[in-house]
């Protein structure tokens, strides 16, 4: 079989590779992207652009991580605005950039607030040379007090007047970036679709209050002792943003670039399984460096290999048919807690989990077991099958859920 080719057609661009670097601080500057394109990335959206007389007034620090357990950077807070640079700077660099590289995808977020304004940057930007344009409708900090970012996103009509507004301008495809922080994505996404706006980006930062300073007991990032609510993002976020993808993939039928905690390949087949037709990535390039895009790269082609595939394109959508409502899912099997004694460390995750978190179904087999007392015992007549025993194991594979009927027979 031949090699698959990484390769991906979305919103009717071609890119070399289904990886693009998300609005951010690693797509601030020309210099930055080019890295990003000599180390693989397929394109990259600029970090989002206003226009000139727009004020950016930054604010210091503006990012801090949550760790967990020895984990850091488990989510990444950032109250960042959008770029503070001059647009009349930015674009000239966007020419330059798809000179140099020509087969590499340069996407533009943009901001605006006026129907004059989107349509203007629009304009500004498809001149520039952009292939695509990216609307940030999504910022949860900062922006919604100007009635901008989420305040958009949040808001199905609005949604559609601006979207429209771009869609009118624009004569390359728009992507409209929605926001997370709504009950259900689809209403907006409908609209974005009716609005006649080639796709969306889903989904930008979370919001969030990641934490607070036990010594000076206020929230953080501490500016001068005060701090706000501000976007969550990284590894946390990354089932919020698998759901609303496949949300709007299944249900509203319009493309849809996935983002949100992507870190190594798998995570992206997932978004693709669940119906992004490209990928980005911000808070791992962040953490990692451009770099990570070898990895990306070469997991998946060996994955689709594996699996015989040619294309990243044949696993989009390919998990959605079997997304289906609590209420349709099978109640004809019974799982069972299984331990395989040989790799078992004798830690007592489970025994814990089971006893405080779920059914008493799990105990040591006790003194009289000698060497294996340490070897947890499941109770067949009280597990219940929940599974959470398995989330707490930290041996792969040493305890699985079987069927209970093949189990009890064996
Ligand atoms: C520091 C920082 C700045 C960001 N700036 C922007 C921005 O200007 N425009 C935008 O649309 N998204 C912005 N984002 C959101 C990212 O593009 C992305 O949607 C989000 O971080 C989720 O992806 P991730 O988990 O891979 O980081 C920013 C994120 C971070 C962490």
Redesign the pocket.
């Known amino acids: 079989m031949k090699k698959p080719n990484l390769a991906v057609d979305f919103c009717g661009v071609r890119f070399p590779n289904p990886f693009v670097l998300?609005?951010?601080?690693p797509t601030d500057d020309a210099e930055m992207i080019a890295r990003g394109f000599e180390a693989g990335w397929a394109g990259a959206?600029v970090?989002?652009l206003g226009l000139e007389h727009v004020e950016v007034n930054l604010v210091s620090p503006?990012?801090v991580g949550m760790d967990y357990e020895d984990k850091r950077l488990v989510a990444?807070q950032?109250i960042?605005?959008?770029?503070d640079r001059d647009i009349r700077e930015v674009l000239p660099e966007v020419r330059e950039l798809k000179k140099s590289y020509p087969d590499r995808i340069v996407i533009v977020?943009i901001?605006a607030s006026t129907e004059a304004e989107w349509k203007e940057i629009t304009r500004r930007v498809q001149e520039a040379g952009a292939d695509m344009i990216?609307c940030?409708f999504?910022?949860p900090h900062g922006m919604p007090e100007r009635g901008m970012g989420s305040a958009v996103g949040q808001n199905a009509e609005l949604t559609y007047e601006r979207a429209k507004w771009v869609a009118e301008a624009a004569e390359i495809p728009v992507l409209i970036?929605l926001t997370p922080n709504v009950t259900d994505m689809r209403p907006v996404a409908e609209k974005v679709k009716e609005a006649g706006a080639e796709g969306v980006?889903c989904?930008?930062?979370v919001k969030g209050l990641i934490g607070f300073d036990l010594d000076t007991m206020a929230p953080i990032p501490s500016v001068e002792g005060y701090s706000t609510e501000g976007?969550i993002?990284?590894?946390a976020?990354?089932p919020i943003?698998l759901r609303f993808v496949a949300d709007v993939a299944r249900d509203v039928g319009i493309p849809v670039a996935g983002?949100?905690?992507?870190v190594t390949w798998k995570d992206a087949a997932e978004f693709l399984l669940a119906g992004a037709g490209i990928v980005?990535?911000?808070?791992?390039?962040?953490r990692y460096g451009y770099d990570i895009i070898e990895e990306l790269n070469e997991g998946l082609a060996l994955y689709l290999e594996d699996k015989g595939l040619a294309s990243p394109m044949d696993l989009v959508g390919k998990g959605l048919p079997k997304i289906v409502g609590h209420g349709e899912l099978s109640r004809a099997t019974k799982v069972l807690a299984t331990v395989d004694e040989d790799t078992c460390i004798g830690c007592g995750a489970c025994v814990i989990a089971c006893r405080d978190g779920g059914h008493q179904a799990i105990e040591f087999a006790g003194p009289d077991a000698g060497e294996d007392a340490r070897v947890p015992k499941v109770d067949d007549e009280k597990c219940i099958g929940c599974g959470f025993c398995r989330t707490v194991c930290p041996v792969e594979g040493c305890l699985t859920m079987q069927p209970r009927e093949e189990k009890i027979s064996a």
């Open positions: 998300a609005a951010a601080p959206v970090k989002t503006m990012m990444l950032n960042d605005l959008i770029s977020s901001m990216e940030s999504s910022c970036k980006t989904i930008n930062t976007g993002s990284g590894p976020i990354k943003a983002v949100g905690g992507v980005e990535v911000c808070t791992a390039v962040m």
